[in-house]
Structure formats: C-alpha cells, structure tokens
C-alpha cells in the first residue's frame, strides 16, 4: 500500500553542519509531499511542500526536491542551529485527503 | 487568527476508562482532522469531517472511539473503555481548503492508558 519512508533517528549535529533527512515514498499518481516539523512542546507545523514533480519547496534554510524518478523527498539544510532541533515528518497526500506520514526523525543539534 | 487548540494536553487514565478529547478548530474552517501517533511510529489519519458530517472515518481502529461534530464547530474524541495501545498522541488538524497544504495543526494530547 501507499507509505512513507523516512531516515530514522534520532540525529544529533553540531550546530551549522549539514543536514541530509532521506525520504522516499510510494505511491500512485502525483501525490503532493511536504515536511512538518514539531517543536518541543508545540503542534505539526507545515516547513515545506511541493506539489508537482521536480518542484523544490523552501523555508527557514530548509530544501526539499521533488524527484518523481527517484519517489524522493529529501530534506536538506545547509548549517543547522540549535533552534533547527525538533521532529521532522515526511508526508504526502494523494487522491484523498488525508496524509500519510513518515515515523519522524529526531534531529538534536548542539552548540 | 487563533490556532488549532486542543485539550487536554495530558490526559493518564487506567485501562477501562473513558476519556474525551476536545479540538476547537480554527474558526470558518469546514474541514477538521483527527490524527494519531503511537509511540515510534507513523501519524495516523483517524477520520475527517466537513462541517458535522463525517466525510471519512476508514482510520478510526475500532467502535471504542467516538468522534463527533455537533453544529460544525468543535469536535470530540471518546475513547470507551480505553485500552494500554490507545496510549499516543492525538493530533487535530483544521482546514478551508482540502489541500494538504492548507492544514494547520493543534499542538496535540498525550493520552497515557495505564
């Protein structure tokens, strides 16, 4: 069936190393893909999305293609911070409405 | 604009309670969600509803959960009697629109079944 997968954590950086979050996905058609992230303490928030193949979503340093030929939605910032700590989910919605997720990768970034 | 608010934040109850879970969605939005994730695992889709009617409920894992709409505004969640693998985090989520995009989330409960 239709599913998410994505990098399990949990990851820990130092701050303003790179970040590489793989997620791949099946799925029939063209789904839409996105990223949330949760904060500590906080709800899901919408970090990116891309809603077509080879669209880049972009938000907060954060990067994530769309490659239909690869099923992938990696998520990619170039020099985390401390306040990048969170739980990042991959996401897609296809011909229904609701989302299908990813299990979430931790990242933990230090000073 | 206000957010998505749920509550409890917390809820610990033992096995064979009940408990009820509340989500205000954010005014004028139609389209409410509940979600759910389970320690470790993916978010669950539960069910949808648009306005009081419940558009799609193929998620909801058994007749142990309850989710209602009255009047199109807020909604609940019943869990009766709970069970230890009811235990997670439920999420709610409101929208105009049905696009995924145009969600906005709730900061979620932690129920604890013990």
């Known amino acids: 069936g239709n599913s998410v997968t994505q990098m399990e954590g949990p990851v820990t950086l130092s701050e303003e190393a790179f970040l590489t979050i793989n997620c791949t996905y099946t799925?029939?058609?063209?789904?839409?893909l996105f990223w949330y992230v949760q904060y500590p303490g906080e709800g899901l928030q919408l970090l990116l999305k891309?809603?077509?193949?080879?669209d880049k979503g972009s938000n907060k340093g954060f990067e994530a293609t769309y490659r239909k030929e690869t099923t992938s939605f990696h998520l990619e910032k170039g020099s985390v911070q401390v306040s990048d700590s969170a739980v990042y989910f991959c996401?897609?919605?296809?011909?229904?409405?609701?989302?299908?997720f990813g299990k979430g990768t931790k990242l933990t970034v230090n000073p | 604009e206000a957010g998505v608010t749920q509550f409890p934040s917390h809820s610990v109850i033992e096995k064979g309670q009940t408990v009820t879970l509340r989500c205000d969605p954010i005014?004028?939005?139609?389209?409410l969600y509940w979600y759910r994730r389970v320690m470790g695992k993916e978010i669950k889709f539960l069910l949808h509803?648009?306005?009081?009617?419940?558009?799609?409920e193929s998620g909801m894992p058994n007749n142990r959960f309850l989710a209602e709409r009255t009047g199109g505004t807020y909604s609940t969640l019943k869990v009766q009697p709970a069970e230890l693998e009811d235990s997670g985090v439920y999420f709610c989520?409101?929208?105009?629109?049905?696009?995924?995009?145009?969600?906005?989330f709730g900061s979620g409960t932690r129920l604890t079944v013990v």
């Open positions: 996401a897609y919605q296809g011909g229904s409405e609701k989302l299908v």
């Open positions: 509803f648009v306005k009081e009617s419940k558009q799609d």
């Open positions: 005014s004028g939005h139609d389209n």
């Open positions: 989520a409101s929208s105009r629109s049905r696009l995924g995009y145009g969600y906005t």
């Open positions: 891309a809603t077509k193949a080879d």
């Open positions: 799925a029939t058609g063209y789904p839409s």
